[in-house]
């Protein structure tokens, strides 16, 4: 089974900020299959990221991502308010076929 | 635009049955993979299960394994998840999510519906 890992698990920053926001599998998953999420408070998860690099319909290009084989990063190069939230990553390989990170919290210093 | 409406969460004690329902329009329902993930309270997420476009196809997390079923009705366009045997561990929002088949990802979700399983 293929574990994710996500760190930290709070991010502290202030608008304006650069947030680097880190996915760290347990094995090679290449680059094809890893998506991440927004998610914030009372909201179902929003798709930002896919192919670990590409930008979802419609995100901003100050969120960006990029990583392969084990180690994945997400960044946003200046953080807006609206971007204090939950995130996660996802991959997809063999059963239990889909997984996600436990998350990472940011939030506004 | 796409949306998805899940319906059927509720209160329920354990060891009894539920089924969730998913109610899809603004895209052809019947050419994508559709999934159930789940969310319990202040928790991440995780994937329940998926079915394959054609109804083919069903793999489900083992949490999950022989206690649900999903499936769908494409005439309808309408994904279920019924769920047997509940535990309080299953307690939690349950998703539907349009799955991409080439890129393995979920581009659009639903609302939600919150499944509380209690005595």
């Known amino acids: 089974e293929i574990v994710l890992t996500q760190s930290p698990g709070t991010l502290s920053l202030s608008p304006g900020e650069r947030a680097t926001l880190s996915c760290r599998a347990s094995q090679n998953i290449g680059s094809s299959y890893l998506a991440w999420y927004q998610q914030k408070p009372g909201q179902a998860p929003r798709l930002l990221i896919y192919g670990a690099s590409s930008r979802a319909t419609g995100i901003p290009d100050r969120f960006s991502a990029s990583g392969s084989g084990t180690d994945f990063t997400l960044t946003i190069s200046r953080l807006e308010p609206e971007d204090f939230a939950v995130y996660y990553c996802?991959?997809?390989?063999?059963?239990?076929?889909?997984?996600f990170g436990q998350g990472t919290k940011l939030e506004i210093k | 635009q796409v949306q998805l409406v899940e319906s059927g969460g509720g209160v329920v004690q354990p060891g009894r049955s539920l089924r969730l329902s998913c109610a899809a329009s603004?895209?052809?329902?019947?050419?994508?993979?559709m999934h159930w993930v789940r969310q319990a309270p202040g928790k991440g997420l995780e994937w329940v299960a998926v079915i394959s476009y054609d109804v083919s196809n069903k793999y489900y997390a083992d949490s999950v394994k022989g206690r649900f079923t999903i499936s769908r009705d494409n005439s309808k366009n309408a994904l279920y998840l019924h769920m047997n045997t509940l535990r309080t561990e299953d307690t939690a929002v349950y998703y539907c999510a349009r799955g991409r088949r080439l890129l393995r990802d979920f581009d659009y979700w639903g609302q939600g519906t919150l499944v509380t399983v209690s005595s």
């Open positions: 603004g895209f052809t329902f019947n050419t994508y993979a």
């Open positions: 996802q991959q997809y390989g063999t059963s239990p076929w889909y997984t």
